[in-house]
């Protein structure tokens, strides 16, 4: 959640722009040489810019580091000059989320998150993936499917009741939900296993060009699986490659690589294993990066959300998983339920008039709602607050909505707690709500962001790992993050550690 996003409105309405999203391509003949285009879409251009700014805004901002997005501009750049499109204007932007993915826009523009780029482990392995999403713009793809985008002017609740539960079904509110899952959230359009087929083999035909090795591809691949089932087992979860990050969008694989080289050879290129790689360039130019969650963005630790800027902390209820996301904090708990907090402008007056006459209004311009019960304004350590209970019908079933306002500094903050009715989880929403706070001076200057640190490579594993900040699975968390197999020794040269 950044500071400057945190109270935008509460009603999300999603544009019509069709993002570039990736599905599975099995199926499609492997040997076929994609069909690309020179030219774009004057009214692709034109939608592509007016929603830059939106997305960004959406997705995290622009990451600030300047040496980190002009060597990821620089990488594109050199990637798009060997496309069909050479000439034509290309945007690279690195957004400010630990979340790991990539997509594109049909005006050329190419979004990588903070957490993608920190998980690569050389330039080609990145570039590789910007080729990937170029290869969707030469193609043309958004194009031919912007009328069949799912999530066309699709106005969502979010932050007053969880998007899953909101008789939104399938991928959509999957996607919306789970932010930490799906970076582009609900601009993802689906494309055909053809088109993702067509994606692979430019992406691969712009790295032979570019005169990096195509099998760096496959490289991250890997890496992003290690890294999602890590991130299942610290979650005490179920590892599925379809449901993490990256996956979800761009489930390649090494047999995928293998079919595009193929595709790139037959059309006389040559291909060389192991060129220009790159590595060291790469680990200067991430040296000091951000690592997991920002100042701007808050502190998840466990169930406890910490935000050093706004000045706030609280912890969900026991059994939910915290996802931050620009615009909310989300948790996911047992039998659907859903602790959400956001938010939204401070209109002056009591906050029980602001349930009552603004926010229930909100609810019920998109599900059906009961009669309003138990409103009451009070004090919750030292601030002030408002609480009722909201009776929801959604999926034909009746939830209870917990609703607590608070004001803290000048702003209204939100919390609402949905929990289905009989499930008996409403009264550890309530404590969870009321650990909501203010955070001290000091407890705001002691959180602080983690960051990458690239070092020499000396000792053992077990002995690098020990440099690592965190409390747990500090060996697992460095081989992941150094892209090495179990048991695999440690390698000469530099390394990454997070500090």
């Known amino acids: 959640m950044q500071v400057r996003r945190i109270l935008g409105p509460a009603i999300i309405g999603l544009g019509a722009l069709a993002m570039v ?13 994609p069909q690309t285009t020179a030219v774009r879409s004057s009214s692709d251009q034109s939608e592509a810019d007016r929603a830059h700014s939106d997305i960004v805004a959406r997705f995290g ?20 000059r060997v496309s069909e499109q050479p000439n034509a204007r290309w945007t690279f932007t690195v957004l400010d989320t630990p979340t790991v993915n990539a997509f594109a826009t049909p005006g050329g523009y190419i979004y990588l998150t903070r957490g993608l780029v920190a998980l ?8 590789g993936v910007i080729g990937h999403e170029i290869g969707h713009v030469t193609a043309g793809h958004s194009s031919l499917r912007r009328q069949r985008s799912t999530t066309a002017g699709l106005g969502l609740l979010a932050g007053a009741i969880g998007l899953a539960v909101l008789g939104v079904d399938g991928g959509v509110a999957n996607s919306l939900m789970n932010v930490g899952q799906t970076a582009a959230g609900g601009y993802l359009a689906s494309f055909s296993r053809g088109d993702e087929l067509d994606a692979d083999n430019l992406g691969i035909r712009y790295l032979v060009r570019a005169g990096y090795d195509p099998y760096a591809q496959a490289d991250f691949i890997e890496r992003l699986s290690a890294s999602a089932n890590l991130q299942a087992r610290i979650a005490g979860g179920q590892y599925d490659p379809n449901r993490v990050d990256f996956f979800a969008s761009h489930p390649a694989n090494a047999l995928r690589t293998r079919q595009a080289i193929q595709v790139a050879q037959k059309q006389g290129a040559v291909t060389t294993v192991g060129a220009n790689r790159n590595r060291d360039g790469f680990l200067r130019s991430i040296d000091g990066m951000v690592y997991g969650d920002s100042a701007e963005q808050g502190f998840v630790d466990g169930r406890t959300f910490s935000h050093p800027k706004l000045r706030f902390t609280f912890t969900a209820p026991p059994r939910f998983t915290i996802t931050n996301s620009a615009r909310a904090v989300l948790a996911r708990g047992p039998s659907n339920s859903r602790f959400i907090m956001d938010g939204d402008r401070n209109r002056g007056g009591r906050l029980s008039d602001y349930i009552r006459g603004v926010w ?7 599900v059906r709602v009961g009669q309003i019960q138990g409103l009451r304004d009070e004090r919750i350590n030292g601030l002030e607050a408002a609480n009722a209970v909201l009776p929801v019908r959604l999926n034909n079933r009746t939830y209870d909505a ?6 803290l500094n000048g702003n209204i903050y939100r919390i609402t707690g949905l929990a289905p009715r009989g499930s008996g989880l409403l009264p550890a929403m309530e404590g969870a709500a009321w650990s909501f706070r203010r955070l001290s001076s000091g407890e705001a200057a002691n959180l602080r962001e983690k960051r990458i640190d690239i070092v020499p490579a000396r000792g053992g594993i077990e002995s690098m790992a020990r440099r690592m900040n965190f409390r747990e699975y500090r060996v697992e968390r460095f081989r992941v993050l150094n892209g090495l197999r179990p048991g695999e020794p440690l390698p000469r040269g530099s390394v990454k550690i997070v500090r």
């Open 21 to 33: 999203g990736c599905q599975t391509t099995e199926g499609r003949n492997p040997g076929a040489a």
């Open 61 to 80: 901002g622009v990451y600030g580091n300047a040496r980190v997005t002009g060597y990821v501009n620089q990488i594109g750049q050199r990637i798009a």
């Open 120 to 127: 690569a482990g050389d330039e080609a392995q990145l570039a």
């Open 360 to 366: 229930v209004p909100q609810i019920a311009r998109s």
């Open 402 to 407: 917990l609703l607590v306002a608070y004001r």
